[in-house]
């Protein structure tokens, strides 16, 4: 049941996907605000309070919610899972983004390429080439495909609607709470370990479906106190082959990525590829779980 449902709301993500941000994410984004007025004091013990709260309750309500309906009807837990999982995903959009760059920038039309990237380049000048359009987009297929796709997919199949909400709100309270000093620290904390687990899987995942022995440099090349995101971004640029971080100039002798392509239209696309290689290849490990426990 369990890929079933990840298959059926995959698939309507993939030809019906939802404008972001979404109503659902307005109505989050209000309960956010709600509880930052409410409950911050400038303290990480009222931010541990109102993530409990604005998390950790909802999802443990969701747990017993789904253990009754189980009870009464079965069905209705996996309507509830596919709804939820519709919801909370949303990859689809990021593929399109990146597509409409990639085709802009193979034409070198780099005002249509910033119109594209939207946020994905806020952080650039305005002057920006083409490469660094294609970099930052780069990273951003990365690291949406952990927060919008691995990561919801690893938490549903451990703990069900109880991981995908907690994932989910954790997640969305983290981001809402970036600025609030100590406050949103909890959230970020919890945040950091709920994405631990999934974004080495994702890592590894690109080395087998990439360049092995190129991911894993890249991979080693990070400290061990990097961020989950900078791990996701590592192993995907070295299984594809291509510089994200500092210009080749900048580089030190020793770095792996010495001998990588500077960043592009092609590797853009490559990377949505890669993505879609690693998500083939977890359904394909739930597949084989689930016919060898039958």
């Given at each position: 049941m369990t890929l079933l449902t990840l298959l059926a709301a995959l698939g309507l993500d993939y030809y019906r996907p939802l404008s972001r941000p979404s109503s659902v994410d307005a109505w989050l984004a209000v309960k956010a605000a709600w509880l930052q007025e409410h409950f911050n004091a400038g303290s990480a013990r009222h931010g541990w309070l109102a993530w409990a709260i604005g998390a950790l309750l909802p999802a443990a309500i969701a747990g017993m919610v789904s253990g009754f309906m189980q009870l009464i009807s079965p069905p209705l837990v996996w309507v509830a899972a596919f709804a939820l999982l519709y919801f909370a995903s949303g990859y689809r959009q990021v593929v399109q983004t990146a597509q409409d760059m990639v085709g802009a920038l193979t034409v070198l039309d780099l005002d249509r390429a910033r119109r594209f990237c939207g946020d994905w380049c806020a952080g650039l000048p305005s002057d920006a080439d083409a490469e660094a359009m294609a970099r930052n987009g780069i990273g951003t297929v990365f690291r949406l495909s952990l927060e919008r796709l691995f990561g919801i997919v690893f938490w549903f199949v451990w703990l069900d609607l109880i991981g995908v909400l907690l994932y989910v709100l954790t997640r969305f309270l983290a981001e809402h709470w970036r600025s609030a000093?100590?406050?949103?620290?909890?959230?970020?904390?919890?945040?950091?370990?709920?994405?631990?687990?999934?974004?080495?899987?994702?890592?590894?995942?690109?080395?087998?479906?990439?360049?092995?022995?190129?991911?894993?440099?890249?991979?080693?090349?990070?400290?061990?106190?990097?961020?989950?995101?900078?791990?996701?971004?590592?192993?995907?640029?070295?299984?594809?082959?291509?510089?994200?971080?500092?210009p080749l100039a900048e580089i030190a002798p020793g770095n792996p990525a010495a001998g990588w392509d500077a960043p592009s239209a092609e590797y853009l696309e490559g990377a949505v590829h890669l993505v879609w290689r690693a998500l083939l290849l977890w359904l394909v490990l739930l597949a084989m779980l689930w016919l060898a426990g039958r």
């Amino acid at each position: 049941m369990t890929l079933l449902t990840l298959l059926a709301a995959l698939g309507l993500d993939y030809y019906r996907p939802l404008s972001r941000p979404s109503s659902v994410d307005a109505w989050l984004a209000v309960k956010a605000a709600w509880l930052q007025e409410h409950f911050n004091a400038g303290s990480a013990r009222h931010g541990w309070l109102a993530w409990a709260i604005g998390a950790l309750l909802p999802a443990a309500i969701a747990g017993m919610v789904s253990g009754f309906m189980q009870l009464i009807s079965p069905p209705l837990v996996w309507v509830a899972a596919f709804a939820l999982l519709y919801f909370a995903s949303g990859y689809r959009q990021v593929v399109q983004t990146a597509q409409d760059m990639v085709g802009a920038l193979t034409v070198l039309d780099l005002d249509r390429a910033r119109r594209f990237c939207g946020d994905w380049c806020a952080g650039l000048p305005s002057d920006a080439d083409a490469e660094a359009m294609a970099r930052n987009g780069i990273g951003t297929v990365f690291r949406l495909s952990l927060e919008r796709l691995f990561g919801i997919v690893f938490w549903f199949v451990w703990l069900d609607l109880i991981g995908v909400l907690l994932y989910v709100l954790t997640r969305f309270l983290a981001e809402h709470w970036r600025s609030a000093g100590e406050f949103g620290r909890p959230a970020r904390q919890v945040l950091h370990w709920l994405d631990w687990l999934p974004a080495r899987g994702l890592a590894f995942s690109f080395a087998i479906v990439g360049n092995f022995e190129h991911a894993l440099a890249g991979w080693r090349a990070r400290a061990v106190q990097a961020r989950n995101e900078e791990v996701v971004c590592a192993a995907g640029a070295g299984a594809l082959g291509v510089r994200l971080g500092e210009p080749l100039a900048e580089i030190a002798p020793g770095n792996p990525a010495a001998g990588w392509d500077a960043p592009s239209a092609e590797y853009l696309e490559g990377a949505v590829h890669l993505v879609w290689r690693a998500l083939l290849l977890w359904l394909v490990l739930l597949a084989m779980l689930w016919l060898a426990g039958r």
